[in-house]
């Protein structure tokens, strides 16, 4: 059964996360102090680990498969076609930036992080966030027939 609460507080959330990083990659770099690059690295984080969150609830919701990690969710949603070879390849990349984030953030790299805000590299999870959002509603619509 679908948690619409749930949605909406994490799709929130996200927008948030994503809202913030589009300020800095509007920003020029010369103007980023230390303290942006923390806010950075903390918004991408949370983006990142809320779109695993999600995309884990999704394939619960829509397939009602369950799996404990995170790049399972991602393999499973491209093996049932709802997500495209490309989109996964780049998705797991950001989880792996994910797992620097919180697990080697003493060797993290700013050109890293500067790439990512500056190609609007996170903006693929605004569009994993709406082919979810299809999954979930064609679930929906599968339980009322």
């Known amino acids: 059964m679908r948690d619409k609460l749930y949605e909406e507080q994490i799709q929130r959330h996200q927008q948030k996360m994503l809202r913030i990083l589009r300020e800095y990659s509007a920003k020029s770099l010369d103007d980023w102090e230390e303290t942006d690059y923390l806010s950075i690295e903390r918004a991408l984080q949370v983006l990142i680990e809320s779109l695993i969150g999600f995309a884990r609830y999704t394939l ?6 369950k799996v404990s ?35 080697d953030y003493l060797n993290l790299d700013d050109d890293i992080i500067e790439a990512i805000v500056i190609k609007k590299e996170y903006e693929l999870i605004e569009d994993i966030i709406g082919i979810l959002d299809q999954l979930l509603v064609k679930a929906e619509e599968r339980t009322a027939i």
């Open 60 to 65: 619960e919701q829509s397939h009602q498969v």
């Open 69 to 103: 990690r995170s790049r399972e969710a991602f393999d499973e949603l491209k093996q049932r076609q709802n997500l495209s070879h490309e989109n996964h390849k780049k998705v797991m990349r950001l989880i792996g930036f994910r797992n620097i984030l919180v697990h």
